[in-house]
Structure formats: C-alpha cells, structure tokens
C-alpha cells in the first residue's frame, strides 16, 4: 500500500541521519544530504505547507532554480530524492535539471593546466611546500581531498595507494614523477610514518583548511579563486586524461566511478595500461 499525504515533521531530519549512517554514507555526504533537507524544510515551512506532495516538490525545484546555480539544485535534488526514498515516497523523485555538457558557465570555471601550474610554483615560492605537494598529488593521480589520509609513507615505495572510499575499495597509481617527489618530500620533512600530510599537531590535514589555503594562494597568485578549489583539480585531471588517451573506461576505473573487483585491480594488463596512460599526461611541470 502507498504512503500518501505525509506530514512534515523535524524529527525526520534525525530518522533520516540514522538512516544514512546505516547505509554506510561518507560523514561528509551526511551532513550535506542533512544540510540540503532542512533547506527544503524551510521551503515548506515558508510556503505553510505540512504535507509532502509532488506540486509542493515541483515548486520547491523551480525556487531552488531561482536562488542556486544548476549544479547545486542537481545536487540538492539527489539529497531531496534520497530524503523521499527514506519515507519511502520514492515515486515523487524529482529528475534532475539537464544541462548541456560543456555550457559557458562550466567553461570559464575550469581551471587550465597553466594556472594550476602557476599554483604550484607560486606556492614553493612562497614556501607553502605541503600545499603545493598536495596540489600535485590530487591533481597527478585524480583522488578526492578526502583521499589524501590514504598516502602513507608506509606505502609511498610501492607506488600503490590502496583507497577505501564511498564504499568502495580502488588502487591508485602513482606516476613515478609524482612518486620522486613524494619521497624527497618525505625525506625533507623527516617523516617516518603514518599520513604524508598533516597538520603541526601531527593531525590529517583537513579538506576546509586546504579549501582556504588554496583560495588565499589563487588571490596571491592572480588566478579566479572561483577556479581554484580542490575538486576542480580531480577535474582537470579528468580532462587532461581523456584528452590524452581518449579511454573513458580506463578514466572511470581511476576515478573510482565503477566497481572495481580485486582480481581485476591486480590483473597485470590492467595495472600496466594504468600506469602507462598516467605516466602519458605529463601534467606536473618539469
């Protein structure tokens, strides 16, 4: 039998939290899906409306149109549709906003592989040598901001990072570029073991003060600080990837978009054609 005519109630919000951690949803992931659901429930409360009901739905999309950019409200919607699928009013999912690929908005926001590698050399300029490496690091294998715990002295020899990450398990393949870098980073800053980038307290460096790190260093070194933030760097990297190689399944696997078996990861065809179309991108500036 369908749910029909729910009342809005607060203590949602907490049943749906707990619904997220069950399901094993990154922190990060829940408390933006919770931040976005109680935007929707100042909607409703705004509007006087208790009950969810598709034209109620519909006419919060059109608000969020009007106040967010079209990247945001898609990313509000699939918070909002996974709020409905825990009070199970799935068949109310609102289908996300479609916009042409390349638009001319998205194409002033990329950040060119020239500016990035502005940033870099601005940063050692300016003696910011971990912001810098950290920037090469994402920008050379891919990985997100949250990933960067996962580089371990430990492992740096091997130029295999194992990630454990959105619920799945995926290697990442050091260029040898990046890993010679790495290690006489590691070597220059005595470190022994544990995460290659920390805090002076010995603390993982966190994503909000690289996010302003980066910022500060793009308004030193004259670039938009609209382009300069840490998941534009996983772009850049997509892109320079596929321009230079054209595989988009290889692109995915790195990127971590499919499930990667095991087996697979260690198949020596896989590792090798990796590694050659990483080692192809010259990305980092020699």
Partial sequence: ?????????????????????????????????????????????????????????????????????????????????????????????????????????????????????????????????????????????????SELKFFRVETMRTGVVKVWNKGKYRLVIIPKELQMRLLFYIRKNGLSHGPIFCTKSGKEKDRSNIWKEMKKLAKEAGINTDKVFPHNLRHLFARTFYKTTKNLINLADILGHSNLEVTRSYASDGIKEWKRNLERMRILEV
């Avoid at 729910?6 to 049943?15: E, R």
């Avoid at 705004?46 to 990313?75: A, F, G, P, R, T």
Wanted: proline share 1%.
């Fill in 1 to 145: 039998m369908r749910k029909t005519d729910i009342k809005i109630q607060p203590k949602m919000v907490n049943g749906f939290k707990d619904y997220l951690q069950e399901r094993e949803n990154a922190p990060a992931t829940i408390e933006k899906y919770i931040r976005d659901v109680r935007t929707f429930l100042r909607y409703v409360d705004m509007v006087q409306e208790d009950k969810i009901k598709k034209d109620i739905l519909l006419d919060y999309k059109s608000w969020l149109l009007q106040h967010y950019s079209i990247s945001s409200v898609n990313s509000m919607i699939v918070a909002l549709n996974q709020f409905l699928i825990y009070l199970e009013l799935g068949r109310l999912r609102l289908k996300r906003v479609r916009v042409q690929r390349q638009d001319m908005e998205n194409m002033e926001k990329e950040l060119t592989k020239e500016e990035f590698q502005k940033l870099v050399r601005d940063a050692r300029k300016l003696g910011k040598d971990q912001l810098a490496m950290i920037m090469e690091t994402m920008c050379a294998t891919g990985i997100r901001v």
